[in-house]
């Protein structure tokens, strides 16, 4: 069965191990059968519970990304409102209006990174939960 993980259809999968039984033992007996359901029930849920576990990393991954991206845009809004704040002692109206506006643009962009994080996430999960929930029967 093991020669067989690559094929990625579980139908050509199965055919191939049962004509390599058939070869093995002349013909397919109930006990050989009830095997090879057996072990081929045992390599769906390995193969499954990996791709669980690969999807979790990826998801996390992608979150910390969202998060790093955010909270650079958290610091720029800082910097835009130190220099807002900077041009207002100046008194540069015009450029501080501008910095504040450009501070609350950057405030509202690191935001919705983390929002799209939170999202990317919470359907990651679900997918994750959809594909745990499967059993073998599925």
Request: aromatic share 4%; net charge positive; glycine share 8%.
């Amino acid at each position: 069965i093991g020669s067989f993980k690559g094929e990625s259809n579980e139908e050509s999968r199965l055919i191939g191990v049962l004509h390599k039984a058939q070869n093995l033992f002349g013909y397919l007996s109930v006990e050989v059968m009830d095997e090879i359901a057996d072990a081929m029930l045992n390599l769906r849920e390995s193969s499954s519970k990996k791709a669980v576990a690969h999807k979790a990393i990826v998801a996390k991954a992608v979150e910390n990304m969202f998060e790093r991206q955010s909270q650079k845009w958290e610091e720029r809004a800082g910097k835009f409102l130190n220099q807002s704040e900077e041009a207002k002692l100046k008194n540069q109206t015009d450029r501080s209006r501008i910095m504040g506006e450009l501070s609350e643009k950057a405030e509202n962009r690191s935001e919705n990174l983390l929002k799209i994080g939170q999202t990317v996430k919470i359907r990651a999960e679900q997918r994750m939960g959809e594909i745990q929930g499967k059993g073998p029967n599925n």
